[in-house]
Structure formats: C-alpha cells, structure tokens
C-alpha cells in the first residue's frame, strides 16, 4: 500500500530535496532560492486545465477508497472503526479547529522563519492569475490532502502497525517521521514542522479514536494556504 500512495511520494521527495540541496550548493544559493508548486495549473486553456485537475483529485481519493477497502471485515464497518463519518461532526469540528489553532498558526511561523533563515524552499501554494474554477479546485485539493494523509498515514498505518505487535508511541513516531519525510521536498523547516504536526495529530487521534477531527484539521489549514495565497505573497512577497 505505501508503495502506491504516501510512501512512494516520500521518497521521491527526500530525492527531490537532495536534488534540490545540490543545485543550491552548485549555484552559490541558499536552499530559499529555490521553489516549488503544490497546485500547477495543468493547460493553457481553462476548461483542460479544470478537467486535469478535477481527475487528479478523483484518482487521487481512489486511494482514501483502498484503504477502506483495506481495512473492512465483515461484521465491521471500516469507516466507523475509523472514526470517519459523521456521527459526531459538530464535536469532530471543533477539536479540527483546536487543532488548526495548535498546529496552523505556529507551523506558518515556523514556514516563515524557514524562509528567512534561508533553509525553506519557497511554496507556491496556487497560482495567482485565478481563473472561475480556481477556488473550488483548491478546496477540493485541500479535502484530498487531508483525507490522504490522515486517513494512510494515520488510520490505516496505526491498524496495520498496531496489529503487528508496535507499540503506541513507536507507531506515533514512525509515522510522523514518514510525514515528514513526504513534505521533505519543502525543505527542512517543513520537515520538522510535518514530524511536529505528526505526533501531535498521532496523539489525538490514539485519545479520540477518530480521524475525522484530523482530516478537518488539516482540510481547513489547506483551504487557508492554497485560497490566501496570492494575498499573502501580495503582502509578503520576499517570505511567500
């Protein structure tokens, strides 16, 4: 399973960030001289580009649906094993927003202080030159990244490492260390702020017994920095 989804990306990345490391040496720069784009568009012509990007999305949560898959046994539904369901939605909203609280605000100050310490890689969260479908698509970007990431990295390694035999703060640890490592690309200000943002979500979710908080958490904290983008590198250009 980690080998088609989040693991594959995060060693991928670890190569990219090298690859990055090793371009900056060769030119003389820091590592913030360099980019990256989490939301390209995909074609010149606006309705390719909606449709390119709406069917990555759609291929990209065929993965959340393996995992499901994955996990159900008979006489038991996986989704509500998981906590992922909305049983509970107005309590699941408002430990979400605690976390963004918790983990947004100081993971963007941490991004900051990346940015000018010159180990963060600048992130261009979304384009600038938004077009009609721009906003949409990145909320629903936002809902894969929280679905993928909360629902492999947390729901379905914490079963599988669980029944092996692992121990609670060893799974909470590793996995938040595979976090980090799939946001390696971003530079090592992202690296630790992932790890950081890992175990702390590892934890809550070992208290609560459900993902959804997570996968809310993580969906708002998305929508704010790929929708607040192009004001925040209006406002900010040297940092954004």
């Known amino acids: 399973m980690l080998a088609v989804s989040v693991g594959q990306s995060a060693l991928y990345s670890v190569l990219s960030f090298i690859r990055t490391v090793q371009r900056s040496l060769e030119e003389g720069q820091p590592v913030s001289s360099q980019q990256t784009q989490l939301n390209p568009s995909r074609d010149a012509a606006a309705l390719w580009d909606a449709l390119y990007q709406f069917l990555s999305v759609f291929f990209s949560l065929a993965l959340v649906a393996l995992v499901v898959y994955l996990l159900?046994?008979?006489g038991s539904n996986a989704l509500r094993r998981l906590g992922l369901d909305f049983r509970r939605?107005?309590?699941d909203l408002g430990r979400g927003v605690l976390l963004v609280l918790v983990i947004g605000v100081p993971g963007l100050a941490l991004y900051v202080a990346g940015r000018l310490l010159g180990i963060t890689v600048g992130v261009v969260a979304s384009p600038l030159d938004a077009a009609w479908y721009t906003v949409p698509l990145l909320v629903l970007a936002a809902v894969r990244a929280g679905l993928i990431e909360e629902v492999v990295f947390v729901g379905y390694l914490f079963d599988r490492l669980r029944r092996l035999g692992w121990g609670w703060w060893t799974i909470i640890l590793t996995t938040a260390a595979l976090r980090g490592a799939y946001h390696a690309y971003q530079g090592i200000g992202s690296v630790i702020g992932n790890v950081v943002m890992g175990i702390v979500f590892g934890w809550c979710y070992r208290r609560w017994g459900r993902v959804m908080p997570l996968v809310l958490a993580h969906t708002i904290i998305d929508v704010l920095a790929f929708v607040g983008y192009p004001l925040?590198?209006?406002?900010?250009p040297t940092v954004f």
């Open 72 to 74: 159900w046994e008979p």
């Open 89 to 91: 939605f107005g309590g």
């Open 232 to 236: 925040a590198a209006s406002l900010f």
